[in-house]
């Protein structure tokens, strides 16, 4: 028999620390060690000690490290409860989180990720078991300049339509002073870019990087006893895709529809509230598709939508604010929810939106699953 489930999570958590590394590449820097460095410096942020923590979520880098198990005695805790998520890209992790603190099985959660892909030189060009392998689209390039090539056939996207995104993160990045791509990038010189895998061009595409990004996350009853500022979390959702390349459309990605319907549905927000929008892009190809199935921009003409100019500085739609992993750093979407933080208590220095009360970050693991979050200083 169907039960009624309460779905209203508004304001029962909030995130009271963020800290991060330098980007780019650390070498000698483990996984593990990125991560308790990005800890410390949450903890700082958060005005507390390491002896508060009483959860750890851990996010597994690129070569399957960074665990709970691994972080936990480098750190020097045995919390209470600890996890480690095989793709967390920090809206993941979140929601682990908060589901944890609402269980009560933690009240203070550090969440984590590591990396030190670049420094290693990790193969992500490599092929891999899939369908999408054994007919040679390598990395996740290949398959998202196919999903490109199918929004352009059927809704006549253009190439200058599409680079607006490059050239909007890269804009938003030089004024943030951890992007590692901060140097000015003008349409002409992104359409004089040679094809990288057409019609993907270099700046379509992250770079790898290293690094660590934390987030400190408790209950919203003791935020108010933080130096900074609450964040709370609104609303969240979440929907698979696992069926994978035997899903109808699978470049598409219709699946994230089911996220979209999710979120305004479980919080009654419209996209008219968001004021500011963050969505993981290892490429893209995901900006295109996500700022769709979200309802920022009409079904298939989003193309003409973003040359308008909605997403640059100065527009009404301020999208990847830190620069994005276009420009930013490749740290699995974890920077866009630190600077979703930051803009929210106005600490995001020369790109801060004037009164940013409402964030949203939508983010996926490839083709697999997709997950959002809505977040306020408001609860």
Same mark, same amino acid.
């Given at each position: ?173 030089? $004024? &943030? *002073?951890? @992007?590692?791509?901060?140097?000015? %990038? ?5 359409? +004089?870019? /040679?094809?990288? #895998? ?81 969505? $993981? &892009? *290892?490429? @893209?190809?995901?900006?295109?598709? %996500? ?5 920022? +921009?009409? /079904?298939?003409? #989003? ?33 866009h929810m630190v600077e979703a933080v930051r803009q929210l208590r106005g600490q995001a220095g020369q790109r801060q939106v004037t009164g940013a009360e409402i964030a949203m970050y939508c983010s996926t ?15």
């Amino acid at each position: 028999m169907a039960t009624d489930i309460d779905t209203d999570i508004r304001g029962k958590v909030a995130i009271v620390g963020v800290g991060h590394t330098p980007q780019g590449e650390l070498p000698g820097q483990s996984p593990e060690l990125n991560s308790v460095l990005a800890i410390k410096e949450a903890l700082k942020d958060a005005g507390i000690g390491r002896e508060k923590l009483d959860g750890l979520i851990t996010c597994k880098s690129v070569q399957g490290t960074n665990t709970d198990v691994m972080v936990g005695p480098l750190l020097g805790l045995n919390p209470r409860y600890a996890q480690t998520l095989d793709y967390g890209t920090c809206n993941f992790s979140l929601h682990l989180a908060v589901q944890a603190i609402l269980t009560g099985m933690a009240t203070t959660v550090a969440l984590c990720y590591g990396a030190n892909a670049r420094s290693i030189r990790f193969p992500f060009g490599a092929s891999s078991p899939t369908l999408a392998g054994a007919s040679g689209l390598m990395h996740i390039a290949g398959p998202a300049a196919m999903a490109l090539q199918r929004h352009k056939a059927m809704y006549g996207t253009t190439d200058e339509q599409f680079g607006m995104i490059a050239v909007s993160e890269r804009e938003w990045a030089q $004024q &943030n *002073p951890i @992007a590692l791509f901060r140097e000015p %990038m003008s349409m002409e010189q992104y359409l +004089a870019m /040679p094809y990288m #895998v057409e019609p993907l061009r270099r700046a379509d595409v992250t770079m790898l990087s290293d690094g660590g990004v934390s987030l400190i996350v408790t209950r919203a009853d003791l935020a108010a006893d933080y130096p900074n500022k609450p964040v709370y979390v609104l609303g969240m959702s979440e929907q698979t895709g696992i069926r994978g390349e035997y899903t109808p459309d699978y470049l598409n990605r219709e699946f994230l529809r089911g996220a979209a319907d999710q979120i305004w549905r479980n919080t009654g927000l419209t996209t008219g509230d968001i004021d500011v929008l963050y969505i $993981q &892009n *290892p490429t @893209a190809v995901w900006v295109l598709q %996500m700022l769709e199935y979200y309802g920022f +921009a009409p /079904p298939g003409e #989003v193309g003409p939508w973003l040359a308008e100019g909605h997403t640059r500085p100065g527009g009404d739609r301020p999208l990847n604010t830190n620069g994005g992993q276009l420009s930013e750093s490749y740290m699995w979407g974890w920077l866009h929810m630190v600077e979703a933080v930051r803009q929210l208590r106005g600490q995001a220095g020369q790109r801060q939106v004037t009164g940013a009360e409402i964030a949203m970050y939508c983010s996926t693991q490839v083709w697999l699953k997709g997950g959002a979050s809505i977040l306020s200083t408001h609860n």
